[in-house]
């Protein structure tokens, strides 16, 4: 094997990963360097993959366990528990790209997914950028009276929420039953690995901060979004084929971009792995 190489992409951000075939068993050693790169480093990028997607769902487990999607019935023909996403998907006559505005996934489950990962099988000859923003950095540069204020509020995180920007596209009624009850998140979390604060919002499933108005929750969260969302905290995934990216949905935000052209392909595929309740 070639030798494991991992190299920072920006000084708070991402890590690129060369020199070994994630279809190989990989070594104790390997899974413990990965590991902490990804507690550090916060979005991997493992270059060069060559995945099936069974063979993805085995490198997957690598970092944890798999977690089911929501919509179940958007999967890979044959494979039930990988999801994918694409550009092709039109709902009321609108396309509908998801993840289309800063996120973290999955946020309205009880335990969210620590972690997401996309392997890219297809992908436009341009455009389609993925942008992760720092949760810790975010965090850290608030000012003190703002800390203070939000270190014990908490929200609640809906399937979709009636604030959201964005549409969620189509999910099955049988989908929908399954979905879990409301998480109350707190905003601001510690990680369990790296131990730092980081905060953590999605207004596409934030619905309520407990004890405050709407008007003012929105507000806040607003406020926070603005500030959380500079090109200061970013790190933006050029993608190319072979690139297989997993994230730390308790440490980035997450968003994709329409800017290609959408006669052209885009097609990934998707897993996700269990995470526990924030704290
Ligand atoms: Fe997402």
Redesign the pocket.
């Known amino acids: 094997m070639a030798s494991l190489t991992i190299t920072p992409l920006t000084d708070h951000t991402g890590a690129e990963v060369t020199g070994i075939d994630f279809t190989e068993p990989v070594d104790g050693e390997t899974r413990a360097r990965l590991s902490a790169a990804f507690a550090e480093r916060h979005v991997l990028v493992m270059r060069g993959q060559h995945f099936t997607p069974d063979q993805f769902k085995v490198a997957a487990t690598i970092f944890g366990e798999l977690q089911q999607h929501d919509k179940r019935e958007h999967h890979v023909p044959g494979h039930p528990d990988v999801y994918y996403v694409s550009n092709d998907e039109i709902v009321n006559g609108k396309r509908i790209i998801?993840?289309e505005s800063f996120?973290t996934?999955h946020s309205n489950h009880p335990r969210p997914p620590k972690a997401?990962m996309l392997f890219a099988v297809e992908l436009p000859s341009r455009g389609g950028d993925t942008q992760y923003v720092n949760m810790h950095a975010a965090y850290r540069d608030l000012p003190e009276a703002t800390r203070h204020r939000i270190d014990g509020l908490k929200a609640v995180h809906v399937y979709f929420s009636k604030y959201s920007p964005r549409s969620l596209g189509h999910i099955d009624e049988e989908s929908l039953r399954r979905v879990p009850p409301p998480g109350i998140h707190p905003l601001v979390r510690t990680h369990p690995e790296n131990g730092r604060k980081a905060l953590y919002l999605n207004p596409v499933r934030m619905e309520s901060i407990l004890g405050l108005e709407d008007t003012d929750a929105l507000a806040l969260i607003d406020a926070l979004m603005q500030h959380a969302t500079q090109k200061k905290y970013e790190y933006r995934h050029k993608w190319r084929p072979g690139d297989w990216v997993m994230w730390d949905n308790r440490s980035v935000m997450?968003q994709?971009n329409a800017d290609y052209d959408m006669s052209e392909r885009r097609y990934l595929y998707r897993l996700m792995l269990k995470g526990e309740a924030p704290i």
């Open positions: 998801p993840g996120h996934d997401t997450h994709a």
